[in-house]
């Protein structure tokens, strides 16, 4: 399909990538005349050729506003990808690089780019997405009770019944906040949908493309921020000073172009921490018992620590730091 539809001179039998996640794709190095490319394979049905359209013409668009991605490489009769009974076949750009190592230099191009990517954006038709808007406001009680238990059964004493308690009192505090009937501040428009350090390409401390834009499409900016905190700021660590430093590096840096609200800055905190605590007790049992190397009686002294600081910024944001 490749040599039948490109112009790229010669073309090696293409490569499967072993250190990427196969889950929803395919993906294959190629190596061409013309060079490295990545191969990705998808579903041929009108859902899936819909949300390609998009994101390729919205890699365009953030290609066209200087916002780093990897390029859509397109057939000799001009198409972004080909069609072939079942599936579909993409080729874009091999990026060369490895994911964002959290440094304040890397934690600054991250937040810009988040807010450059929200400020670019503006006014593009948005479609809608497969994830539910509001997913990161959900508080996830169910999920969460599953995980206490596994967490009793691995230690069943009064620090891990209390570790409990002050994350379920966390959960309740994020529930009112981020209640349905609050949602009215919180400005929407066309979001990423996964910003991770995985879907940031680095060479060195130099981002190189944003990838993976499956997910993005109509949303909440306190989503993309809540989750971008969570992930780079957050997650691998209980230390204050450092929780403080990544966040406001990070803010800082995205609101060089997107200003927050006086209402997203008191609920982002609470954002934060119901994403984090949802990403743990989901990824538990599939990633057999440990995240991150802790077990889940480790975890609840982490999250502990962890929500009762994302619940102090909460409340400086919405009283300031002399109260």
Avoid at 91 to 100: A, D, P, R, T
Avoid at 215 to 221: A, E, M
Wanted: glycine share 8%; aromatic share 10%; with cysteine.
């Amino acid at each position: 399909m490749i040599r039948e539809n490109y112009d790229l001179g010669e073309v090696n039998t293409p490569q499967q990538l072993e250190t990427t996640h196969q889950r929803r794709h395919r993906k294959m190095l190629v190596e061409t005349g013309a060079g490295l490319f990545l191969a990705k394979t998808y579903r041929n049905d009108p859902t899936t050729v819909d949300s390609l359209y998009f994101q390729h013409h919205l890699s365009t668009h953030l290609d066209g506003k200087g916002l780093p991605v990897a390029r859509i490489q397109h057939t000799r009769d001009g198409h972004s990808f080909v069609k072939q009974d079942t599936w579909c076949l993409e080729l874009q750009q091999f990026v060369e690089g490895h994911s964002m190592m959290v440094n304040a230099a890397t934690l600054g191009v991250s937040g810009s780019a988040l807010g450059r990517f929200h400020q670019v954006c503006q006014g593009l038709p948005v479609p809608p997405r497969d994830a539910r808007k509001w997913r990161f406001s959900e508080v996830p009680r169910e999920t969460f009770e599953r995980f206490f238990t596994l967490a009793r059964n691995e230690r069943d004493d009064e620090a891990t019944i209390q570790h409990c308690n002050n994350i379920v009192a966390f959960l309740k505090q994020a529930g009112d906040v981020l209640d349905i009937d609050k949602r009215y501040a919180f400005e929407t428009g066309l979001i990423h949908g996964d910003w991770h350090g995985g879907n940031l390409l680095f060479l060195g401390e130099g981002l190189q493309a944003i990838i993976d834009l499956e997910f993005s499409g109509d949303g909440c900016y306190l989503e993309d921020i809540s989750y971008a905190v969570s992930n780079l700021c957050i997650r691998t660590t209980t230390s204050t000073e450092k929780m403080g430093f990544r966040t406001e590096t990070l803010l800082e840096a995205y609101q060089n172009h997107r200003t927050l609200s006086y209402a997203e800055r008191v609920a982002l905190f609470f954002a934060v921490g119901v994403k984090h605590v949802t990403t743990v007790c989901y990824q538990t049992p599939q990633q057999g018992g440990r995240v991150a190397g802790y077990s889940p009686a480790q975890w609840m002294a982490i999250l502990d620590v962890q929500t009762q600081w994302l619940a102090e910024q909460s409340r400086q944001a919405r009283w300031g730091s002399n109260f």
